[in-house]
């Protein structure tokens, strides 16, 4: 791709000159680490102390207050593969971000591209489909918990009903709708973010691009289609990560929601870490399951990096 | 940063039929995603027990703030709300700050071993807080933070990402006016503040912006480390106590609204300077 399509981008870096005097020279070098300490500080006290303790509280069988067990080597490992709660969970987990990534960046664009062609209102677009990212989840599921998804005179029901249809469905108590109105309501949640990221980029498409397009004779279809989603394609690789990566670190809602049930067919994996770990009070078992889960977001960074360094290569 | 979300792009647009099926569109569904909402508004202004009368009526027998009064005078939302802005605040001005001062000492400084450090920074992107949950929590335990505003506070302040924006921009920076500053004896710190500083100040208020939506509406960590009710947060409070009010669907509307309100009121103040900052630290980020 020769033309960028991702509005962040930073200017070059300024060359340096070659001659300057000494002294300005000993102050770029100078006092690195004071401003690189206090961050610095934090970082390892709370990210990779944990990271590394993890590891170690995993190879043990230590209670919630991480005291009173004993070295017990990869046994939480063992036991996490072979333990159903994993599996089950794993896969609610990857079942959520299949069901709601595919929505969740279509729905982005589509939004976007309603918002950036209308030409008006445009606050208006903005605050109804973007303001709901802004409220806390615990927010969110109280709302669809308490007033939109109980049966018969929640608001779910209450909608079909006024269309004549027959209500009375469990949204969150039947195990075959569940899932599914966890997704709607994240949907509605959270699209205002890859709704604004689709937004910015189609804003950094030169106009003179549908100009020239238009001049020979394209329609509005076409220069969509041509001009429009392949100038998309960028944004669409970072969307679709950013919304794997969320959509995988599912939890809030679903607590909130439906507590993983019913008969556990909606709990994420994040919630069996927090059970076994602070109801089941077992947390180096906790521990061990987050690495499984860790290696999973590990795998899909990974994955990411490489095609997003395999289309930089072909720019 | 040229991340601008322009409201108006000059070119006047021909009302097409194409353009009314994609008005009727976006109508349509502005309707579908305010409904909840309004819903939600609607159900808070009706008299206790009218919530769940079937069949349904947008508005109760009469328009009452009895359900506000009660979730008010319950005690502890006044509370959480502080609790959320004392949190959120110093977790944005700690960030902001930490972030800075080292994506300024990685941009601008050379010293043995900082390549290696900026990697094992960035390297930290790739990791989701929530993996760390349980070792972290035993670490609060150890250093006596549960159920204190740091103990909420400092796991939240070192965002590796927020590191990696800041460094591309002060990349992108060209170095004279630090020269100059330099030349005319003035140190690093001085020219720290009184340039670097105010020069950043868009994507500063980006990073902050950000900061301070993720750390309102942090639910996990807060639900995690805080056990007395006193010192929750709003979203916690109240997922914590919804049982407690007995099934008052109006008193719990009312909190909901309560709760959302304050980020709402920031945005509709603010939605310019937020829809840009969120945009662009969202794609930085990558």
Same mark, same amino acid.
């Given at each position: 791709?020769?033309? #960028?399509?991702?509005?962040?981008?930073?200017?070059?870096?300024?060359? +340096?000159?070659?001659?300057?005097?000494?002294?300005v020279?000993?102050?770029?070098?100078?006092?690195?680490?004071?401003?690189?300490?206090?961050?610095?500080?934090a970082?390892?006290?709370?990210?990779?102390?944990?990271?590394?303790?993890?590891?170690?509280?995993?190879?043990?069988?230590?209670?919630?207050?991480?005291?009173?067990?004993?070295?017990?080597?990869?046994?939480?490992?063992?036991?996490a593969?072979?333990?159903?709660?994993?599996?089950?969970?794993?896969?609610?987990?990857?079942w /959520?971000?299949?069901?709601?990534?595919?929505?969740?960046?279509?729905?982005?664009?589509?939004?976007?591209?309603?918002?950036?062609h209308?030409?008006?209102?445009?606050?208006?677009?903005?605050?109804?489909w973007?303001?709901?990212?802004?409220?806390?989840?615990?927010v969110?599921?109280?709302?669809?918990?308490?007033?939109?998804?109980?049966?018969?005179?929640?608001?779910?029901?209450?909608?079909?009903?006024?269309f004549?249809?027959?209500?009375?469905?469990g949204?969150?108590?039947d195990?075959?709708?569940?899932?599914l109105?966890?997704v709607?309501?994240?949907?509605?949640?959270?699209?205002?973010?890859?709704?604004?990221?689709?937004?910015?980029?189609?804003q950094?498409?030169?106009?003179?691009?549908?100009?020239?397009?238009?001049?020979?004779?394209? =329609?509005?279809?076409?220069?969509?289609?041509h001009?429009?989603?392949?100038?998309?394609?960028?944004?669409? =690789?970072?969307?679709?990560?950013l919304?794997?990566?969320?959509?995988?670190?599912?939890?809030d809602?679903?607590?909130?929601?439906?507590?993983?049930?019913?008969?556990?067919?909606?709990?994420?994996i994040?919630?069996?870490?927090y059970?076994?770990?602070?109801?089941?009070?077992?947390?180096?078992?906790?521990?061990?399951?987050?690495y499984?889960?860790?290696?999973?977001?590990?795998?899909?960074?990974?994955? +990411?990096?490489r095609?997003?360094?395999?289309s930089g290569?072909?720019? | 940063?040229s991340?601008?979300?322009? #409201?108006?792009? *000059?070119?006047?647009?021909?009302?097409?039929? =194409?353009? !009314?099926?994609?008005?009727?569109a976006?109508?349509?569904?502005?309707?579908?995603?305010?409904?909840p909402?309004? !819903?939600?508004l609607?159900?808070s202004?009706?008299?206790?027990?009218?919530?769940?009368?079937?069949?349904?009526?947008?508005?109760?027998?009469h328009? #009452?703030?009895?359900?506000?009064r009660?979730?008010?005078?319950?005690?502890?939302?006044?509370?959480?709300?502080?609790?959320?802005?004392?949190?959120?605040?110093?977790?944005?001005?700690?960030t902001?700050?930490?972030?800075?001062?080292?994506?300024?000492?990685?941009?601008?400084?050379?010293?043995?071993?900082?390549?290696?450090?900026?990697?094992?920074?960035?390297? =930290?992107?790739?990791?989701p807080?929530?993996?760390?949950?349980?070792?972290? /929590?035993?670490?609060?335990?150890?250093?006596g933070?549960?159920?204190?505003y740091?103990?909420?506070?400092?796991p939240?302040?070192?965002?590796?990402?927020?590191?990696?924006?800041?460094?591309?921009?002060?990349d992108g920076v060209?170095?004279?006016?630090?020269?100059?500053?330099?030349?005319?004896?003035?140190?690093r710190?001085?020219?720290?503040?009184?340039?670097?500083?105010?020069l950043?100040?868009?994507?500063?208020?980006?990073?902050?912006? /950000?900061? @301070?939506i993720?750390?309102?509406?942090?639910?996990?960590?807060? @639900?995690?480390?805080?056990?007395?009710?006193?010192?929750?947060t709003?979203?916690? *409070?109240?997922?914590?106590?919804q049982?407690?009010y007995?099934?008052?669907?109006?008193?719990m509307?009312?909190?909901?609204?309560?709760?959302?309100?304050?980020?709402?009121?920031v945005?509709a103040?603010?939605?310019?300077?937020i829809?840009? *900052?969120?945009?662009?630290?969202?794609?930085?980020g990558?």
């Amino acid at each position: 791709m020769t033309t #960028t399509t991702t509005p962040t981008t930073v200017p070059v870096p300024a060359e +340096q000159p070659a001659a300057r005097p000494v002294t300005v020279r000993r102050k770029w070098t100078e006092h690195g680490l004071v401003f690189i300490a206090p961050f610095f500080l934090a970082y390892a006290l709370f990210l990779l102390w944990p990271l590394v303790s993890g590891i170690g509280m995993s190879l043990r069988s230590d209670n919630i207050t991480g005291e009173g067990g004993e070295f017990v080597g990869f046994d939480n490992y063992t036991e996490a593969f072979q333990d159903p709660g994993v599996w089950s969970s794993l896969w609610n987990t990857i079942w /959520f971000t299949i069901l709601s990534t595919v929505p969740l960046v279509v729905m982005g664009l589509v939004l976007a591209l309603l918002s950036h062609h209308l030409r008006f209102v445009q606050w208006l677009w903005r605050l109804s489909w973007f303001a709901p990212f802004l409220l806390p989840s615990g927010v969110i599921g109280l709302l669809f918990l308490w007033v939109i998804f109980p049966s018969d005179f929640g608001f779910a029901d209450q909608l079909l009903a006024w269309f004549g249809l027959h209500p009375g469905i469990g949204w969150l108590t039947d195990e075959r709708y569940a899932m599914l109105s966890i997704v709607a309501a994240t949907v509605w949640w959270t699209v205002g973010f890859n709704f604004l990221l689709y937004l910015a980029a189609l804003q950094s498409i030169p106009q003179h691009l549908y100009e020239a397009a238009e001049l020979d004779g394209a =329609g509005a279809w076409q220069r969509l289609r041509h001009v429009t989603l392949p100038l998309l394609k960028r944004t669409t =690789g970072v969307v679709l990560v950013l919304q794997i990566l969320a959509s995988l670190k599912i939890f809030d809602q679903v607590y909130i929601m439906t507590g993983g049930g019913p008969d556990d067919s909606t709990r994420p994996i994040l919630q069996y870490v927090y059970q076994s770990g602070f109801t089941g009070y077992r947390i180096g078992y906790a521990s061990a399951v987050s690495y499984l889960f860790f290696a999973l977001i590990v795998i899909v960074s990974l994955v +990411q990096l490489r095609l997003s360094r395999r289309s930089g290569e072909s720019a | 940063m040229s991340a601008s979300l322009s #409201t108006d792009e *000059g070119r006047k647009a021909r009302w097409t039929p =194409g353009r !009314w099926v994609m008005l009727a569109a976006a109508l349509l569904l502005t309707v579908v995603w305010v409904l909840p909402l309004a !819903w939600a508004l609607a159900t808070s202004f009706k008299p206790e027990g009218e919530a769940t009368k079937t069949p349904l009526r947008w508005l109760g027998s009469h328009v #009452t703030f009895d359900a506000y009064r009660k979730v008010w005078e319950a005690g502890d939302i006044g509370r959480w709300m502080f609790n959320t802005a004392y949190i959120s605040v110093m977790t944005t001005i700690l960030t902001v700050l930490l972030c800075a001062m080292a994506a300024y000492g990685f941009s601008r400084t050379e010293f043995r071993g900082r390549k290696v450090l900026y990697a094992v920074v960035l390297a =930290g992107i790739m990791v989701p807080p929530q993996v760390l949950m349980a070792p972290l /929590f035993a670490e609060m335990v150890q250093l006596g933070l549960v159920d204190t505003y740091w103990g909420v506070i400092l796991p939240q302040v070192a965002v590796p990402a927020m590191v990696f924006i800041l460094v591309k921009f002060f990349d992108g920076v060209p170095r004279e006016l630090e020269e100059a500053a330099f030349v005319d004896g003035a140190g690093r710190w001085r020219v720290f503040w009184t340039i670097v500083m105010p020069l950043s100040r868009p994507v500063l208020a980006a990073v902050g912006i /950000f900061t @301070f939506i993720s750390t309102w509406n942090n639910f996990l960590w807060p @639900f995690l480390v805080t056990t007395d009710p006193g010192g929750m947060t709003l979203p916690v *409070g109240l997922v914590n106590v919804q049982t407690s009010y007995g099934l008052r669907y109006e008193q719990m509307m009312a909190s909901v609204v309560i709760a959302g309100l304050p980020l709402l009121i920031v945005f509709a103040l603010f939605q310019r300077q937020i829809v840009r *900052g969120v945009a662009h630290t969202g794609l930085a980020g990558q």
